[in-house]
């Protein structure tokens, strides 16, 4: 059964870094997009980043554009978000998914499979 775990959430100050890490199991998605996803605290999930299958086209959602990274290391089965920069209302849980429905990458209908979040907490 095909699983995502993400890992690397924790407590940070303003201005810190953290790198998230999303490794699946189960099956292979080196040829599907995959996606970050956050939903902060009393808010609806939203779109953090994307890439696609090859990791050399990437997508962010305005409010982190220059501050975080998204990479995908196919061989490892494993993507990542290097979050630098961090702010408070970068606090949230973070979610990875795989993109393998149609639609914008932006919108999480286009998603199947998810990992269970990992919380990150940036405090001032």
């Known amino acids: 059964q095909a699983q995502l775990v993400e890992s690397g959430g924790g407590l940070v100050q303003a201005g810190g870094s953290l790198r998230l890490s999303c490794a699946a199991s189960g099956r292979t998605f080196s040829t599907y997009g995959m996606g970050w996803f956050r939903q902060p605290p009393g808010k609806e999930r939203e779109f953090v980043a994307a890439?696609?299958?090859?990791?050399?086209?990437?997508y962010y959602a305005d409010s982190v554009k220059g501050r975080f990274t998204i990479s995908r290391d196919n061989a490892k089965n494993t993507v990542y978000l290097q979050m630098s920069s961090l702010k408070p209302e970068d606090t949230a849980v973070y979610y990875c998914?795989?993109?393998?429905?149609?639609?914008?990458?932006?919108?999480?209908?286009?998603?199947?499979?998810w990992g269970q979040g990992t919380q990150v907490t940036v405090s001032s």
């Open positions: 998914a795989v993109k393998d429905r149609g639609g914008e990458r932006t919108n999480q209908n286009g998603y199947g499979y």
């Open positions: 890439a696609n299958w090859r990791g050399d086209m990437t």
